[in-house]
């Protein structure tokens, strides 16, 4: 058996291959968009693709099972589970619990595996040349390393009222199911730490049954099924904005694309047609760099491992927009915005040069460090405005500070008082720098960055609040 896995660290998202070398065969779980990397090994060990499976109908990253299919000819077996509100709408084979599907001498078995969503199953599989026992089980967003799917996506990201009690009910009853199974099984989870999933994934890539049944919390509350629905509904990660729209692209028919497009680069006359009309520059350099000097209106979202989930936040699928950043980081950004179905990338300029030279003027933003806020902050007249989590703002605040996550802050800037400085801050800045450009791109002037955050705060020894 040829086994590889496959991690994509900026939605913290596993894919897998699984190859049966004596028959030539094999099949990928859970594809990302760009599937170039799964035919590069493919082609690398001599193997054809011609199993394509999905664990569920994803809400946070658009997956490339179609798209694969397309270039390899391969069949997708997809779930069939979940009643007719969950069926995909378009041509494939639909698997269902006790389902086996042979991939040369590999055996997958599915299993229905209900909670975070209706349709979610996973695939068990024995190699069967070297013993008739299971060796893995993948399992999407049913367990995870040390946790468990969240059961609320569909209601908090989709508007779908009444289904999280729903999928809480069914999580607890797919928790029973997994824990028969032998403790041998390795666990190969679709997520691991940093996804929006779960609330405490584990940063190891794999486990067991048997580790699971002893570590993950779920399996603590075997007894107890209120308590156990109580705790999974808790204090979960706000999902970004564009869970709702996977959710569909993964259902429907859409626009497929087998290929990473190549950007233009945009000329100062092209940039300034742009802005007139108003189109949004996605500036995805450094926040310190962004700070020395950003174009007026552009938002700040580092082309970092979270690029692609800020992104998903501020931008439609509709609307087509501009990057800022370093033609070396191109290929990686494009790819990033492309698993999550943000396709509709006008072009790239590769510094604010473009807008200089047309004689535009930079902005500036406005930082200050600790002893300058515990300064304005015994003036009284400050609004401080803490844009992390609500679950990291329970967890510990500075005394005064208001809650606006970063995500909502366009949708809550009436909460900000323009009469009255407001400084705004995070962890350790990068989310400040995306408010602080969403500040300054909605006309909040009198606005402060204290861009350490709350990593200072907290190792300077001040006090917090819970």
């Not at 996804?195 to 107890?224: H, M």
């Not at 407001?422 to 960055?449: M, P, W």
Request: aromatic share 10%.
């Amino acid at each position: 058996m040829f086994f590889q896995h496959v991690y994509d660290k900026s939605l913290a998202q596993a894919s897998y291959f699984i190859g049966c070398q004596k028959a030539g065969v094999a099949a990928v779980i859970d594809a990302k968009r760009d599937v170039d990397t799964y035919l590069e090994i493919a082609q690398a060990n001599n193997m054809k693709i011609t199993h394509i499976f999905e664990t569920h109908i994803h809400a946070d990253f658009l997956a490339g099972s179609r798209e694969l299919a397309a270039l390899t000819g391969g069949q997708m077996f997809l779930s069939a589970e979940g009643g007719p509100d969950w069926q995909y709408e378009f041509a494939h084979n639909g698997v269902k619990d006790g389902d086996v599907i042979m991939v040369g001498n590999l055996k997958i078995e599915v299993v229905h595996t209900p909670g975070h969503t209706p349709e979610s199953v996973s695939f068990i599989l024995t190699d069967t040349p070297a013993s008739p026992e299971p060796v893995m089980m993948f399992t999407g967003d049913f367990v995870f390393v040390g946790d468990i799917g969240r059961p609320d996506l569909l209601e908090k990201a989709a508007g779908m009222k009444g289904t999280q009690d729903i999928g809480a009910i069914q999580m607890y009853d797919s928790i029973k199911k997994f824990n028969n199974l032998p403790p041998y099984i390795q666990v190969w989870p679709g997520h691991g730490a940093g996804s929006a999933c779960g609330k405490a994934l584990g940063a190891v890539p794999s486990t067991t049954v048997g580790y699971e049944k002893i570590r993950n919390w779920a399996f603590q509350y075997e007894d107890n099924k209120e308590g156990f629905i109580s705790y999974l509904l808790a204090d979960q990660p706000e999902p970004p904005k564009y869970f709702a729209m996977m959710k569909k692209l993964n259902k429907v028919d859409r626009k497929l694309m087998t290929s990473v497009p190549s950007l233009k680069q945009l000329s100062s006359a092209d940039l300034q047609e742009a802005m007139q009309n108003g189109i949004k520059i996605i500036d995805a350099r450094n926040k310190s760099e962004f700070a020395k000097g950003f174009i007026p209106k552009s938002i700040n979202i580092q082309g970092n491992n979270s690029f692609a989930t800020w992104a998903g936040w501020y931008l439609t699928y509709q609307e087509p927009f501009i990057l800022l950043a370093d033609p070396a980081q191109l290929d990686d950004l494009t790819r990033k915005l492309m698993r999550i179905g943000l396709d509709n990338i006008m072009g790239y300029i590769p510094s604010t040069d473009a807008y200089t030279a047309n004689g535009g003027k930079l902005n500036t933003v406005n930082l200050i460090g600790i002893e300058e806020l515990k300064a304005l902050k015994a003036e009284n007249n400050i609004q401080l405005i803490d844009l992390r989590g609500a679950s990291e703002y329970k967890a510990g605040h500075i005394e005064g500070a208001e809650n606006i996550f970063v995500g909502t802050l366009e949708s809550n800037l009436a909460k900000i008082d323009k009469s009255r400085k407001t400084i705004i801050h995070c962890q350790g800045g990068d989310r400040a720098s995306i408010g602080y450009s969403l500040l300054a791109k909605n006309g909040f002037e009198d606005v402060l960055n204290y861009s350490p955050g709350m990593n200072e705060w907290v190792s300077e020894g001040n006090p917090v609040l819970n």
